[in-house]
């Protein structure tokens, strides 16, 4: 049996002199999960170890050094879903831990639901036993400030101004956000995605994006896996995730049934979005129509490979 893994560390255009940063981390990433693999962990925890290495890496909008929202705090967006036994565990509007994608796990793992939102999904983290954490960095600080400044309007006294945004990141691609995700393969067969997030940067409080939603930013079936990430209103309308699932279980080839995807998505929407994905054969896919998004993934075969463009 096959085993693999695929991460990616979000879709957008990355600042200059920050690839070498973001290709180490998702290094880093593949090998937390390759080394569980190996020795036979389940692809839910090779997944989990994944995203948690990620998280920790304040290069990327995901746990630690995530981008701030319109009032300039952190939300974030998790979940975790195995294909085997149709497990879903999922987190909105979480704020201040360290590592969210625990969390939905935790969800999934330890009660009857499938997703937890704001505050009673911080309650439930501290249940959990994930003490209080300030996710914020300076870096990340900064950047909220200066976009502040750049959309030239008081937070607090024009709340139209955040929908400038998406006219804001066209002109500035730096800035963008972004997701990080994994998805695993293990020995037994099962598939898992995981994929979490700091959200769109000045997001309103309280939007909710793909990534939290089964079938749209996170899926996994038993012919596929997928984590999706970019501007995730697209994603949602979409239903991207169960999509290229669907086309692959019906025999589609998954670079086939990913690029009719985003070709699809691109003719209705301009998305800029990108994906990773893993069959039940261990292929792993990834691609993209933004500028870069970095990736890396392992087969039993022996290639290990990351990379900052498809």
């Known amino acids: 049996m096959s085993i693999a893994l ?17 290709l180490a981390g998702i290094r880093r990433a593949v090998k937390a999960g390759r080394d569980i693999l190996e020795r036979q962990g389940s692809a839910l925890d090779a997944a989990c170890a994944a995203a948690v290495v990620l998280e920790d890496e304040s290069v990327f909008n995901a746990g630690t050094g995530a981008v701030l929202n319109f009032d300039g705090f952190v939300e974030f967006d998790a979940c975790v879903m195995t294909s085997h036994d149709k497990g879903i565990g999922a987190v909105s509007g979480l704020q201040r831990v360290q590592n969210p994608i625990l969390v939905a796990r ?19 983290a501290r249940v959990m036993g994930h003490p209080d954490y300030d996710p914020v960095t300076p870096a990340r600080l900064a950047d909220w400030q200066d976009k502040k400044q750049k959309l030239a309007f008081g937070i607090g006294r024009d709340p139209q101004a955040s929908m400038k945004i998406r ?14 995700g994994a998805v695993a393969l293990d020995a037994q067969g099962h598939l898992c995605a995981a994929t979490s997030t ?5 997001k309103l409080v309280g939007r909710v994006g793909d990534t939290p939603l089964p079938g749209c930013g996170t899926y996994a079936s038993i012919d596929a896996a997928v984590s999706a990430t970019g501007t995730g209103e697209y994603v949602v309308r ?10 692959v279980a019906r025999g589609v080839a998954l670079d086939t049934a990913m690029n009719a995807v985003l070709d699809q998505m691109q003719a209705d929407f301009n998305a800029d979005v990108g994906f990773i994905a893993l069959d039940r054969h261990g292929r792993t896919v990834a691609a993209h129509r933004t500028a870069h998004m970095p990736h890396g993934w392992f087969r039993n075969d ?6 900052m463009q498809a």
């Open 167 to 180: 006219a804001f990141l066209q002109s500035h691609p730096e800035y963008a956000g972004g997701t990080i």
């Open 198 to 202: 700091g959200g769109v940067t000045m």
């Open 238 to 247: 979409s239903f991207a995730g169960r999509e290229i699932a669907d086309r």
């Open 106 to 124: 935790q969800v999934m793992e330890m009660t009857d639901h499938v997703m937890l939102t704001g505050d009673g999904a911080t309650r439930f």
């Open 6 to 22: 695929i991460v990616h560390g979000g879709a957008g255009t990355w600042r200059p002199g920050s690839d070498a940063d973001a």
């Open 302 to 307: 022996g290639l290990t490979e990351a990379r």
